[in-house]
């Protein structure tokens, strides 16, 4: 059963910065694609990033820029590294496999950007 445990998020003013985490059990990333997921309040989940199995990257339009998805296949570990973050970026933000979130969700890491 994969496990995935997400990690990183807190409390930033805008302009801050956060790296999440997110380490796998049960897959071996490096035979997956993985995504990043976040859910505002009240909004439906959206992708923010990914990152395929042969590292190509492609990012939400609002964060391009900003974010930067990698992995590291040795650590079974993805990363998502939020420069410049705004308000509208608060969420919950979760990771899961990509192109299709096939996996059990985790609890999520909370990201709050205050103004």
């Known amino acids: 059963q994969v496990q995935l445990v997400e990690s990183g998020g807190g409390l930033v003013q805008a302009g801050g910065s956060l790296r999440l985490s997110c380490v796998a059990s049960?897959?071996?990333?490096?035979?997956?694609?993985m995504g990043w997921y976040r859910q505002a309040a009240g909004k439906q989940r959206e992708l923010v990033a990914s990152?395929?199995?042969?590292?190509?990257?492609n990012y939400l339009d609002i964060v391009k820029g900003r974010f930067t998805i990698s992995k590291d296949n040795a650590e079974n570990t993805v990363y998502l590294q939020m420069n410049n973050l705004k308000p509208e970026d608060t969420a919950v933000y979760y990771c899961?496999?990509?192109?299709?979130?096939?996996?059990?969700w985790g609890q999520g890491t909370q990201v709050t950007v205050s103004s």
């Open positions: 899961n496999q990509y192109p299709a979130p096939n996996f059990d």
């Open positions: 049960g897959i071996i990333l490096s035979t997956s694609g």
């Open positions: 990152i395929q199995v042969g590292g190509r990257r």
